[in-house]
């Protein structure tokens, strides 16, 4: 190989072998004048006649680079000792020097043509991983359909054409379409157009199975395919997004009439993005259909928000298991009275296991139990009709439960509470006393045969019937961290509630199983407090929404 450092030293005619060697080879003196040459580099520089000016014998490159070897000072070319280089003839070469003891120049001149372009490939090829690298990281850090379509939009305005649309299978009779210039917005607007009307589109659209991009005629773009000031349209393409076995949508894109038009390696690229974006927004819209369809069946798995209801107060907190979750295997609902003299039943309890699996049982019991509200004045038989359901679903959890009949008798309010292997209910008095009620039962869902007590229990004005699932008092925690919380603690907690309504009540026992456990993990926890109002006048608006005591 030539060495590519310019270096000194005799050499003769016959060294060179000038006739033989495999590169052009120009020798000029120290004035810059052409002395020799050989074969290959006559048949390359057909000007370069022995005794001609090397300005007019070789391209212009090639003379300064012997001006700036020869006279070091301001020049044109780098300063460097080589290889210069340049194009002859549509080829580039590189020109190593060779400088001589009598101060004449060997110029060697290689053909790096192939080299060139496997470095300008290999380069090229980089840039692209880095962009798709680049492109897959942006559309993966979001779940959002619409910032996937402008990151979509905005990178291919960028790194692929002078503008990019990305367009979204319709929503009735329009096409949301985002545009972004080149070193612009992104923007979304609802185009009223019909896909049909621009060639590949529809085709793009439907993009299942994979079609190919569509190059089509920029005549024939529509107004709205075209960003306003975009100028004189040269080439458009338009490629589909490819989902998850359905269609994400189609991208479209557009250089100027002065950019030079797409080739079909940037084509086959182009489909190489459209494939990771449309794989991004095909999993952010069957995300957002996802959370949808979450939202809407959660919401009746969600408890209840309580209230003032036939002269009674409830209230009710609600806290599941993992802090990203909003639903658990604890629940309690009311339902109020449907006629004068009928009570309200309130339900409380608490599904084997936490997560999704056990709120899906928790509906379950919620709906059988609302369908057995006509049985509501028997507690027993309710629950032995639901344990048999339960024993009858070939499910493997089981259930505690505690039902609450309330029935508001002049300033006081009755209670039966039925348990059904739940905790009792606690009965807090006026005077800050205490009281466990009376009830026991059989877990539900667990034997064929169930048992269960009823107690009945009045409840004077300010004094309180508090159900809680066993989440409260087995919450871990305190000072040294690994503490229950426990039924005395919640007791004495209780007995400072004296008087208090429903919903302070409520919030007192959640806020202190919240600070008893700290940053500890837990099981679901529930709380329904049943108050007996104060003799005071209670402000609302048909018994329906949260009043306020009024002297």
Request: contains cysteine; charged residues 20%.
């Amino acid at each position: 190989m030539v060495s590519t450092q310019a270096h000194t030293g005799a050499s003769t005619d016959s060294d060179l072998s000038w006739g033989g060697a495999p590169y052009p080879v120009l020798v000029a003196d120290a004035a810059g004048r052409l002395t020799r040459r050989n074969d290959a580099a006559g048949a390359l520089l057909p000007r370069a006649v022995p005794g001609t000016p090397l300005v007019d014998a070789a391209p212009a490159w090639i003379a300064d680079a012997h001006q700036a070897l020869r006279f070091p000072g301001p020049r044109t070319v780098p300063e460097t000792d080589g290889p210069w280089s340049g194009a002859i003839g549509g080829r580039r070469f590189e020109a190593h020097p060779s400088v001589r003891d009598d101060g004449s120049v060997v110029w060697w001149l290689v053909d790096d043509t192939d080299h060139q372009l496997a470095r300008e490939a290999l380069q090229t090829e980089r840039k692209r991983t880095a962009f798709l690298a680049e492109a897959s990281s942006a559309l993966l850090s979001s779940l959002n359909l619409g910032r996937c379509m402008d990151v979509t939009a905005q990178m291919a305005a960028e790194s692929l054409a002078d503008a990019a649309l990305v367009v979204a299978p319709a929503r009735g009779r329009r096409l949301p379409v985002v545009t972004c210039l080149r070193g612009g917005v992104p923007s979304l607007a609802q185009e009223k157009a019909d896909p049909e009307g621009v060639p590949g589109l529809a085709e793009a659209l439907r993009g299942f199975p994979p079609v190919p991009s569509r190059w089509i005629d920029p005549a024939a773009a529509p107004r709205w395919m075209v960003p306003e000031g975009f100028g004189p349209v040269g080439s458009i393409v338009i490629t589909p997004l490819p989902g998850h076995g359905v269609p994400a949508g189609a991208l479209v894109l557009l250089r100027r009439t002065e950019t030079v038009a797409f080739s079909e390696e940037e084509e086959v690229f182009a489909r190489l993005f459209a494939a990771r974006s449309g794989a991004a927004m095909s999993a952010a819209r069957l995300y957002a259909e996802q959370s949808a369809i979450t939202e809407v069946l959660m919401r009746d798995l969600l408890p209840p928000v309580l209230h003032h209801v036939s002269g009674i107060d409830f209230a009710g907190r609600y806290r599941p298991a993992g802090d990203h979750e909003r639903i658990g295997g604890d629940f309690y609902d009311v339902h109020p009275a449907t006629a004068d003299g009928d009570a309200s039943l309130v339900t409380l309890g608490d599904v084997c296991g936490k997560g999704l699996e056990a709120a899906v049982l928790t509906g379950k019991i919620r709906n059988t139990l609302h369908a057995l509200l006509p049985l509501a004045d028997d507690h027993e038989r309710m629950l032995d009709v639901l344990n048999t359901t339960l024993l009858n679903s070939h499910t493997t959890r089981f259930a505690t439960l505690v039902l609450a009949s309330a029935k508001r008798r002049g300033s006081q309010v009755d209670l039966r509470l039925t348990s059904g292997g739940h905790p009792a209910p606690l009965i807090v008095r006026a005077d800050g006393t205490v009281e466990e009620a009376g009830t026991r039962g059989t877990l539900i869902g667990a034997v064929p045969t169930i048992s269960a007590l009823t107690a009945a229990v009045s409840l004077a004005p300010g004094e309180s019937c508090v159900l809680y699932t066993d989440g409260i008092t087995e919450a871990r925690g305190g000072p040294m961290g690994d503490v229950l919380f426990g039924d005395e603690r919640l007791k004495r907690a209780l007995s400072e509630c004296a008087g208090m309504p429903a919903e302070g009540i409520a919030e007192h026992v959640h806020m202190l199983a919240a600070q008893w456990l700290g940053r500890g993990r837990h099981d679901d926890m529930a709380v329904v407090v049943i108050s007996a109002p104060r003799t005071h006048r209670l402000s609302a608006v048909d018994g329906h929404t949260r009043g306020r005591y009024t002297a």
